[in-house]
């Protein structure tokens, strides 16, 4: 029993050494994140910045840290907690001590691994058990100012306004009206330092967050190419009694073969009337021929999303009145794009677009143009509540036209990095045009 007990120590040691060690993320260096730590206390100032972790992995996806944690830090150790002090421009690291089995099944975190606090950049990493001791040594020295995420978290595929309307349609049902993990840690922090002041941190994280630094940059092109190929080959998986999600497994293989995590979100691929249903996301029906396929999809690479929608017909080629309506919804696009550069706002793209098609004499059936939405860490990104675009947001724009008496709906969309003049179209390896898309389709083999 002795010799079996002192084989698994060995082996739980070794384990652990291997599991443990702590690296910059792929595309990512660790400069990144201590340069957006230091931007963000320069931009508080005072108080101390308190930031959490996910509390572990839920159901059956890969885990995914928390996107305002992860931003921070690049560390995917669960239930951690980040410390920042911009009176000092430190930064501490607090993690759950595991158990020898915990490390045997899951590996072990950045307390295992003693370059940890050197290779995260960080003042000092120790046990969350020691946090709350750490906070009463600072109280005497520290402003009573306590800077948490008082607003909604957001996720890979939920924007912080979305996080909170679905709490909110949850709660409809009075038995599923508790409070959310981010409003528990907010009303712990008041109960346990009722003499702190707690501020939102939340507006000053999105500042930072909307622009996109360089090796995020990098890091989306390669993701719209990818995302671009997968949706390429769903569009060639594509045929007259094929189920919606043979193109889902389509895509979702050259996304897991490229390095993508999966999806930024359910991928929504709706034929004949699923076409009209915007987040329809079942994906079991059968396409049938002379209908369209509407495909949204992108794909989840390094904590960064990608956003494509694409409308083909399930046949190979447009009948008469779906090019008609194809045509408006990608001269609109077009022409948003067109308008798309720094200190532009929503209201200047709609009276561009109205221009253009006026210029080009295009019935544009309603359709207005717009700025869409930002996309990041979450595939609807946080964003300021008065959008003006700047160099370095990246923004997804999605006009579509949607006709539920007909079956028929159309919906194209790109994901875009504004540039210093304009924009680069990150998802521009799929094609939109008519003649690419039938020309692509005719490569079909079935």
């Known amino acids: 029993m002795k010799k079996k007990a002192l084989f698994i120590a060995v082996l739980v040691g070794l384990l652990s050494a291997l599991m443990a060690q702590v690296q910059a993320p792929a595309g990512y260096s660790a400069a990144e994140f201590e340069r957006r730590r230091l931007a963000l206390m320069e931009a508080t100032g005072n108080g101390l910045i308190i930031l959490l972790a996910s509390p572990g992995n839920s159901g059956a996806g890969h885990f995914r840290q928390d996107n305002d944690f992860y931003y921070f830090t690049g560390c995917e150790d669960a239930n951690a907690i980040l410390v920042m002090i911009p ?8 993690v759950p001590q595991k158990t020898d ?7 072990g975190n950045s307390l295992d691994d003693p370059e940890a606090r050197e290779k995260l950049r960080l003042k000092a990493i120790y046990p969350v058990s020691y946090f709350d001791e750490f ?5 005497g020295r520290q402003d009573q100012v306590i ?3 008082l607003s909604p978290e957001d996720s890979v595929g939920e924007a912080r306004s979305e996080t909170a309307l679905f709490q909110a349609r949850r709660a409809r049902n009075p038995y599923n009206a ?9 009303e712990r922090f008041r109960q346990l330092y009722p003499a702190a002041e707690l501020k939102d941190i939340t507006p000053r ?10 090796e995020e940059i990098a890091i989306l092109r390669q993701n719209g190419r990818i995302s671009a190929e997968a949706v390429k080959k769903a569009m060639l998986a594509s045929r007259p009694g094929a189920f919606e999600y043979e193109l889902e497994a389509a895509a979702v293989e050259v996304l897991l073969r490229n390095g993508c995590r999966g999806p930024a979100y359910p991928p929504i691929i709706g034929s004949g009337p699923n076409t009209c249903i915007l987040h329809y996301e079942k994906n079991n029906r059968a396409m049938q021929a002379g209908e369209l396929v509407l495909m949204d999809f992108g794909g989840d690479l390094n904590y960064l999303t990608m956003d494509i929608t694409r409308t083909w017909p399930v046949s190979g080629k447009f009948s008469e009145e779906q090019k008609r309506i194809y045509r408006a919804v990608l001269e609109v696009q077009k022409a948003c794009l067109e308008a798309f550069r720094p200190g532009v706002s929503g209201r200047d793209v709609q009276e561009y677009v109205a221009r253009r098609m006026k210029e080009k004499g295009i019935d544009p059936l309603g359709l207005r143009g717009g700025l869409g939405h930002l ?5 609807h990104d946080v964003q300021a509540p008065e959008l003006v675009l700047k160099e370095g947001m990246v923004m997804a724009i999605e006009p579509g036209l949607y006709y539920p008496e007909k079956n028929l709906g159309i919906r194209i969309e790109d994901t875009v990095l504004i540039t ?27």
């Open 87 to 94: 009176a000092t421009k430190d930064s501490y690291l607090f």
């Open 205 to 214: 994280i999105d500042a930072l967050r909307m622009i996109k630094t360089p």
């Open 178 to 186: 508790q409070l959310s993990l981010n409003q528990f840690r907010a």
């Open 101 to 107: 089995r915990e490390k045997m099944m899951e590996g």
């Open 147 to 149: 800077y948490l995420r």
């Open 420 to 446: 210093r003049d304009g924009c680069e179209v990150l998802t521009a390896g799929v094609p939109k045009e008519i003649d690419e898309i039938e020309a692509l389709l005719a490569r079909r083999k079935f």
């Open 135 to 139: 906070l009463s040594r600072l109280s």
């Open 375 to 379: 996309v990041g860490m979450s595939v």
